[in-house]
């Protein structure tokens, strides 16, 4: 007494025919097919994982997206072009004026 699962949404199948009953059948297919469904979610998490992975840009010299010169008194987005000269505030978490033109720019 085989038992065949089939996940639908995903067309996922488990089958199970070992033994002579045909509950213990059906409990081996499904364990089958849960462990079928949960690799096929981590592949789906790690193919995630690394497309963020792969988005993310070097961290080095020139790199850099915004540029702190405290003894001028100035603070420039590199990616906007948006500068200020109010470094205290932006320094105390002030980065309004920033985000609206990081926005503006759609990045």
Do not use: C
């Amino acid at each position: 007494s085989a038992v065949r699962l089939t996940h639908i949404p995903t067309g996922v199948v488990a089958q199970s025919q070992s033994d002579r009953s045909q509950h213990k059948n059906k409990e081996n297919a499904l364990k089958q097919l849960k462990s079928k469904l949960y690799e096929l979610e981590l592949q789906k998490q790690n193919e995630e994982q690394q497309m963020l992975e792969d988005s993310k840009s070097d961290i080095g010299w020139g790199s850099q997206i915004r540029s702190y010169v405290l003894d001028q008194s100035r603070i420039k987005d590199l990616r906007t072009n948006h500068e200020t000269g109010n470094t205290s505030a932006v320094l105390n978490g002030d980065l309004d004026d920033f985000m609206k033109s990081s926005l503006k720019a759609g990045i």
